[in-house]
């Protein structure tokens, strides 16, 4: 399982506006087939750049799955948020492998 994080610090001035456009923009993202599922989360940490930061996780099926996003639809979509957020956003992408996941069981 690979996880393809997009971390997002967007400022104030922005937020609601960014925040609408990202609710929107994940289940396009989601709609290319290549991800099961998504999480949205706000990061707790107060940025020395201020504003706000965001991080989405997007499960992607597998490797080729995520190699496919790239070569088919990254770049299409990250051009509205691109455009319309530019110099008003800092985002930086990592790729993460699940080694292993653990929960606890109630009985």
Do not use: C
């Given at each position: 399982?690979?996880?393809?994080?997009?971390?997002?610090?967007?400022?104030?001035?922005?937020?609601?506006?960014?925040?609408?456009?990202?609710?929107?923009?994940?289940?396009?993202?989601?709609?290319?087939?290549?991800?099961?599922?998504?999480?949205?989360?706000?990061?707790?940490?107060?940025?020395?750049?201020?504003?706000?930061?965001y991080s989405i996780q997007y499960r992607s099926y597998?490797?080729?799955?995520?190699?496919?996003?790239?070569?088919?639809?990254?770049?299409?979509?990250?051009?509205?948020?691109?455009?319309?957020?530019?110099?008003?956003?800092?985002?930086?992408?990592t790729e993460l492998q699940v080694v292993d996941e653990?929960?606890?069981?109630?009985?």
């Amino acid at each position: 399982m690979y996880i393809y994080n997009v971390t997002v610090n967007v400022e104030d001035s922005i937020h609601d506006e960014w925040l609408l456009w990202i609710k929107e923009h994940i289940p396009q993202v989601l709609s290319t087939g290549k991800f099961e599922k998504a999480t949205l989360t706000k990061v707790l940490v107060e940025e020395e750049l201020g504003g706000q930061t965001y991080s989405i996780q997007y499960r992607s099926y597998s490797r080729e799955a995520l190699d496919a996003y790239y070569r088919e639809d990254a770049d299409k979509l990250r051009q509205e948020g691109l455009k319309r957020f530019a110099g008003k956003s800092l985002a930086f992408r990592t790729e993460l492998q699940v080694v292993d996941e653990y929960s606890v069981k109630f009985t």
